[in-house]
């Protein structure tokens, strides 16, 4: 919804339209999955949007925000949006962006 306001800043007034519409639209989507041939649905569904794209747009993502932007402006910046985060929260981050990310 904040996507669609965002691209078409006139139907900021209509909030609680867009926000029905998507619900709507949404649900009509998803209803094709609730028949006989559902199971087909969401395969393709499934194969064509999160396939390897999505994981390797994710994996990109990481590597580009840990080695490119840095991990202390990272952690400075969640500072900034006064998130606290615990100490070993910190180190688990750390090890998940720098070590098990860039395995993957």
């Known amino acids: 919804t904040t996507a669609i306001m965002d691209q078409c800043p006139m139907l900021r ?7 029905i519409s998507t619900g709507i639209i ?11 041939g559902g199971i087909f649905m969401f395969e393709l569904v ?3 949007s999160a396939a390897f794209g999505l994981l390797f747009m994710g ?3 990481v590597i580009a925000t840990v ?6 402006n990272f952690f400075l910046n969640i500072e900034e949006m006064e998130i606290n985060l615990p100490k ?3 180190y688990y981050f750390l090890a998940t962006w720098k070590v098990l990310t860039p395995l993957s």
Do not use: D, P, S
């Open 13 to 19: 007034h209509h909030k609680g339209k867009v926000a």
């Open 26 to 36: 949404g649900f009509l989507l998803g209803l094709t999955m609730c028949t006989r």
């Open 46 to 48: 499934n194969w064509y």
């Open 59 to 61: 994996i990109a993502e």
């Open 67 to 72: 080695y490119v932007y840095g991990h202390k």
């Open 88 to 90: 070993f929260m910190k």
